[in-house]
């Protein structure tokens, strides 16, 4: 009996079986899920780096502005990575995204330090286009897959994932700071290999599990939110400084030993969780027939039992298929919460009227985003300021990632508050950024950045859980993927055909006043309230008429989170405790 519990997943008092129950656990996949989505934010840091490939390669403004649409339309086009999780292991998904990430930004890297000759201007938006788009193969891999393992908290989920994806510019910064020293082009090596390594080190530890419930699971994810709330507040005051005062290389390393710390703290929290189930299936074993108990380890038990569903259902499904054509079931729907076929959902009226809503809502919050240092520029603010607009409105984003997947879940699961009406409200609350740019005041625009900020970053989360909750998760990795389309055709309309183009218009306009010819300034400029006007008005006229969409959505849905979304999720994890010899417990 002893031997056989040794031996087992949950038995033995050594050390050896208790990391390898760590290792394959939830909990770990989780820690791992962090620190991936922690370095698959390099996107962000394209301010930073890219006046080394204006001036390295002669770039002028214009061309610098091609490679940043490409880097955008990478970041934002996910679907090839969704339709490849559909049919391949997350695993392969993993390592697909860390070869592509590697090669993109390796590829410019190389090109910056002259290296290689000169790339042509195509090859260039080539490599910046696949190395922002494997941050979508990270996304699918890392995002996807816990929320399939922890699917009653997925709101909560989603948030922190996010959250964490919008401090990796941060903290890849103190990273390359400490690395490299204040040496730009070396940035662009590291966001080339380390994004790259996570994904390798951890590509067999994220992966689809049978889901083993625990009473206290809500109660962690606080503790994981209050270590990335620390983690957050340490790199904006660590910016504020460093922006302030001269760091040496010693001081450099010091900040990004806490940082990375801090990074770590949920490795700490995710071992005590295991500790947890490991003692539970021991008293579990030692109450239970020891001769039956564990003599086959639970993974295995679980694979037997989930192949055995897996094959009956193809059976049925081999039986339904000689009745039914896949393309007659396009606009025959299930219920709202079952899974939805691709197809299904993006030909339904809810899919539509999400993604008009995100087209509206992101779409003018990308526009906001990419404008903010020409709004600073233009109302006179020094560059010292504009960037602390930047620092303010990124630490927003993080507040408002977590904002919406903590609140909204604790909303719907305590008092049945749509999470789609937590969208509207979000929408409407960015409209209020919108106009204090359009109608600035004395420090208006501090505001503004938060306000925006915040508004920007909930959003997010919000949409990828509302499509995992109408649509189901059998086809999720593809669903969210297309759902954030909406997004990069949002800032290319909104930004290049609206407001880029009413801006060149007022700054013509400028040097009509000051009666300057357009060829006697390097650059085409607009100075005055009067620049963004326009602009930011029609922004917050069509996010509001994006808010409105989002209302028909929340009447749509209403029965729906009136009832019990999480019921055959749980029921299931039920089973699952069951199964493994765990006490049933109940999620309040």
């Not at 394959?24 to 791992?32: D, K």
């Not at 809500?218 to 994981?224: C, D, E, M, P």
């Not at 010091?254 to 299936?281: D, H, K, N, Y």
């Not at 408002?400 to 909204?408: E, T």
Request: aromatic share 12%; glycine share 8%.
């Amino acid at each position: 009996m002893t031997s056989g519990i040794s031996n087992g997943r949950g038995g033995g008092n050594g050390a050896i079986p208790f990391v390898v129950h760590v290792v394959r656990g939830r909990w770990f996949s989780l820690f791992a899920s962090f620190l991936i989505m922690a370095g698959a934010g390099a996107t962000y840091l394209f301010g930073v780096y890219s006046k080394d490939i204006k001036s390295s390669l002669g770039y002028d403004q214009t061309t610098l502005n091609l490679l940043g649409f490409f880097k955008d339309l990478g970041a934002n086009v996910g679907v090839l990575s969704g339709l490849i999780a559909e049919v391949a292991p997350t695993w392969l998904v993993l390592l697909i995204g860390a070869g592509m990430n590697f090669a993109g930004y390796f590829m410019i890297w190389l090109a910056v330090t002259g290296k290689i000759s000169k790339p042509k201007v195509w090859q260039m938006c080539v490599y910046i286009c696949v190395g922002a788009n494997s941050q979508n193969f990270a996304n699918t891999g890392a995002l996807v897959t816990s929320v399939r393992n922890f699917p009653e908290s997925r709101g909560i989920m989603i948030g922190l994932l996010k959250g964490f994806t919008g401090l990796s510019g941060a903290i890849l910064t103190q990273v390359y700071l400490a690395v490299y020293g204040n040496d730009s082009k070396s940035l662009i090596l590291l966001i080339a290999w380390l994004p790259a390594a996570l994904s390798v080190v951890f590509v067999y530890t994220i992966r689809e599990m049978k889901v083993v419930r625990q009473p206290n699971e809500l109660s962690v994810f606080y503790h994981f939110l209050m270590v990335s709330i620390a983690l957050a507040l340490f790199l904006m005051v660590m910016t504020i400084l460093e922006k302030a005062i001269n760091f040496s290389h010693a001081a450099y390393a010091g900040s990004a030993t806490v940082a990375c710390a801090l990074l770590f703290v949920p490795l700490l929290i995710s071992i005590r969780q295991e500790l947890l189930i490991w003692r539970q299936q021991k008293q579990a074993i030692s109450t239970s027939n020891p001769t039956i108990s564990m003599e086959k380890p639970v993974d295995e038990e679980m694979k037997q039992t989930s192949t055995s569903q897996s094959s009956s259902k193809r059976v049925d499904d081999k039986k339904d298929q000689k009745t039914t054509l896949w393309y007659q079931d396009i606009f025959n729907k299930p219920e709202r919460g079952e899974d939805y076929t691709t197809l299904q959902a993006l030909l339904s009226t809810d899919m539509l009227i999400l993604f008009l809503a995100t087209f509206c809502g992101l779409g003018s919050s990308l526009t906001a985003v990419d404008n903010l240092g020409q709004i600073g520029e233009s109302l006179g603010y020094p560059t010292k300021t504009i960037k602390s607009f930047v620092s303010l409105l990124s630490i927003w984003n993080f507040f408002g990632r977590i904002f919406s997947g903590f609140v909204s879940e604790t909303l719907l699961v305590k008092y049945k508050f749509p999470r789609t009406l937590m969208m509207t409200l979000v929408l409407l609350l960015s409209c209020i950024g919108y106009l204090l740019i359009a109608f600035p005041i004395r420090g208006s625009v501090y505001i503004a950045s938060i306000v925006i900020g915040f508004s920007f970053g909930a959003q997010l989360p919000l949409i990828f859980t509302i499509i995992s909750e109408l649509f189901g998760l059998k086809h999720y990795s593809t669903l969210f993927n297309c759902g954030q389309l909406a997004s990069p055709i949002g800032s290319y309309i909104l930004n290049v055909k609206v407001t880029g183009s009413l801006y060149d218009k007022e700054a013509l306009k400028d040097l009509a006043r000051r009666e300057m010819t357009r060829s006697s300034v390097k650059e085409l400029t607009c100075i005055g309230s009067q620049c963004f006007r326009l602009p930011f008005i029609i922004l917050a006229s069509i996010t509001f008429f994006g808010a409105i969409a989002s209302l028909i959505l929340v009447a749509r849905t209403r029965e729906f989170y009136k009832g019990d979304i999480y019921k055959k999720f749980r029921d299931a994890a039920e089973t699952t405790d069951t199964e493994i010899g765990l006490p049933a417990t109940s999620k309040k």
